[in-house]
């Protein structure tokens, strides 16, 4: 690579802003390049609001705005951002979050979930919770009802029992179809997969559905769901391919600060598809997916879990806020931590998805991720985003600060 002059100085600069930890080679010189760029386009549009305000994850337009109302009618900052996730969390379409999340290898939905509210400085979680949509509301009765922060597994499920939450299958027909074409493209000696040998049929019909059949069992599944809507069933079988081979993550984060300068937050996921069961995310992890100090501001993230652990990424954004840094700097220092791990090695970097959001008492907000996108089927680039409702206003979305671009 061909570095001039200037560019050498630049260079120079940006990898003096990295933490002592960071293995330093020429690949990464590149990425932290891209990384002081991308911070200093960025803080030009630092985006401020007066109360009450809510930010998230990009999937939660309808959240953020329904966190807003909430607060406009008086709603506590808490209450305001649980009825808001629980827009998501009952929506069958999304499949990271709540009802119709994707499941872990045993084809079983669990869900991890917590809460902060910043005025009384209390928390609540719930971890591998199984058969209850709402996964938050249960994390917020952990922080009314017990001493205790976080509730695992059976002892979660138990304990939502005991309050009333019904426990019912989470399990949608496309999550389930997805989940079993997971299971045949494991491998080629277990059992889920075509038969090593099956007569073909004497008529064409009879031997073009072996084929499909042979190719993908999960195909007739698909195709009796849809009905004869071979449009659907197309669209199906190809995101379930997609999610099959690319174990996607997804969450629902959503931060609020209303007009009495008090902050809540919760987060909430399905997690990680096919996980082991058991596995924990950084959701339910205080200090990790969710962090709020009623005297600074609130952060959380989505993305890779096992990143934000090692990061003890929320808690390390509102240090940041803190320590005096603006919301957006703050979210992209403690990627930076993500990043330093990894030697900040834009190869080893490239499937690794972190993304934080949050906002401090002057209403100042921001969202920011490791990479500025990733490439659509079509090859069009999907820019990083998050959702806010500003001013008191409805949700939209906004481009997230970034540390690194992907390159067509
Ligand atoms: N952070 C979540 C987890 O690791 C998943 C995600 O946000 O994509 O469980």
């Given at each position: 690579?061909?570095?001039?002059?200037?560019?050498?100085?630049?260079?120079g600069?940006?990898?003096?802003?990295?933490?002592?930890?960071?293995?330093?080679?020429?690949?990464?010189?590149?990425?932290?390049?891209?990384?002081?760029?991308?911070?200093?386009?960025?803080?030009a549009?630092?985006?401020?609001?007066?109360p009450?305000l809510?930010?998230?994850?990009?999937?939660?337009?309808a959240?953020?705005?329904?966190?807003?109302?909430?607060m406009?009618?008086?709603?506590?900052?808490?209450?305001?951002?649980?009825?808001?996730?629980?827009?998501?969390?009952?929506?069958?379409?999304?499949?990271?979050?709540?009802?119709?999340g994707?499941?872990?290898e045993?084809?079983?939905?669990e869900?991890?979930?917590?809460?902060?509210?910043?005025?009384t400085?209390?928390?609540?979680a719930?971890?591998?919770l199984r058969?209850?949509?709402?996964?938050?509301?249960?994390?917020?009765a952990?922080?009314?009802h017990?001493d205790?922060?976080?509730?695992?597994?059976?002892?979660?499920?138990e304990?939502?029992?005991?309050?009333?939450?019904e426990?019912e299958n989470?399990?949608?027909?496309e999550?389930?179809?997805?989940?079993?074409?997971?299971?045949?493209?494991?491998?080629?000696?277990?059992?889920?997969?075509?038969?090593?040998?099956?007569p073909a049929?004497?008529?064409?019909?009879?031997?073009?559905?072996?084929?499909l059949?042979?190719?993908?069992?999960?195909?007739?599944l698909a195709?009796?769901?849809t009905?004869?809507?071979?449009?659907?069933?197309d669209e199906?079988?190809?995101?379930?391919?997609?999610?099959?081979?690319?174990?996607?993550?997804?969450?629902i984060?959503?931060?609020?600060?209303?007009?009495?300068?008090?902050?809540?937050?919760?987060?909430?996921?399905?997690?990680?598809?096919?996980?082991?069961?058991?596995?924990?995310?950084?959701?339910?992890?205080?200090g990790?997916?969710?962090?709020?100090d009623?005297?600074?501001?609130?952060?959380?993230?989505?993305?890779?879990?096992e990143?934000?652990?090692?990061s003890n990424g929320a808690?390390?954004v509102?240090?940041?806020?803190?320590?005096?840094?603006?919301?957006?700097q703050?979210?992209l220092?403690?990627?930076?931590?993500?990043?330093?791990r990894?030697?900040?090695?834009?190869?080893?970097?490239?499937?690794?998805?972190v993304n934080?959001?949050?906002l401090?008492k002057?209403?100042?907000?921001?969202?920011?991720?490791?990479w500025?996108?990733?490439f659509?089927?079509?090859?069009?680039l999907?820019r990083?985003?998050?959702?806010?409702?500003?001013d008191?206003?409805?949700?939209?979305?906004f481009?997230?600060?970034?540390?690194?671009?992907?390159?067509?």
């Amino acid at each position: 690579m061909k570095v001039n002059k200037s560019r050498r100085k630049f260079l120079g600069r940006a990898a003096a802003g990295v933490t002592a930890a960071a293995i330093v080679t020429p690949r990464s010189l590149e990425a932290l390049a891209l990384g002081a760029q991308a911070a200093r386009g960025a803080s030009a549009q630092a985006h401020t609001s007066k109360p009450p305000l809510a930010v998230s994850s990009s999937n939660g337009v309808a959240a953020v705005t329904k966190a807003v109302e909430v607060m406009h009618a008086g709603g506590d900052t808490l209450d305001a951002v649980i009825a808001g996730v629980n827009i998501v969390e009952l929506d069958p379409k999304d499949n990271s979050v709540g009802y119709g999340g994707l499941p872990n290898e045993q084809g079983v939905v669990e869900l991890d979930a917590s809460v902060m509210h910043g005025p009384t400085r209390r928390a609540g979680a719930v971890a591998a919770l199984r058969g209850c949509k709402t996964p938050s509301k249960v994390a917020k009765a952990v922080m009314e009802h017990t001493d205790h922060i976080l509730i695992v597994a059976e002892g979660a499920r138990e304990f939502a029992t005991a309050l009333g939450f019904e426990d019912e299958n989470l399990l949608t027909e496309e999550s389930r179809i997805a989940w079993l074409r997971w299971k045949e493209t494991l491998s080629k000696e277990d059992k889920w997969g075509p038969s090593p040998y099956v007569p073909a049929p004497a008529s064409p019909a009879g031997q073009r559905r072996i084929a499909l059949e042979r190719e993908r069992p999960s195909f007739l599944l698909a195709d009796r769901y849809t009905g004869g809507n071979f449009e659907r069933r197309d669209e199906l079988l190809a995101w379930a391919d997609e999610v099959a081979h690319k174990p996607p993550t997804g969450t629902i984060n959503c931060i609020a600060l209303d007009a009495s300068l008090d902050i809540s937050g919760v987060t909430t996921t399905s997690g990680l598809a096919w996980k082991i069961p058991g596995r924990v995310g950084d959701s339910p992890l205080i200090g990790c997916g969710l962090y709020v100090d009623n005297e600074v501001g609130a952060a959380g993230s989505t993305g890779r879990g096992e990143e934000v652990i090692y990061s003890n990424g929320a808690h390390m954004v509102v240090e940041y806020m803190k320590r005096g840094s603006s919301p957006e700097q703050a979210c992209l220092d403690a990627l930076k931590l993500v990043a330093a791990r990894y030697g900040n090695d834009l190869d080893k970097l490239k499937d690794v998805d972190v993304n934080f959001y949050a906002l401090n008492k002057r209403g100042e907000f921001a969202g920011a991720a490791i990479w500025n996108g990733s490439f659509a089927r079509n090859g069009e680039l999907r820019r990083r985003q998050f959702a806010a409702a500003p001013d008191g206003g409805k949700g939209r979305l906004f481009e997230s600060a970034y540390l690194f671009e992907r390159k067509a």
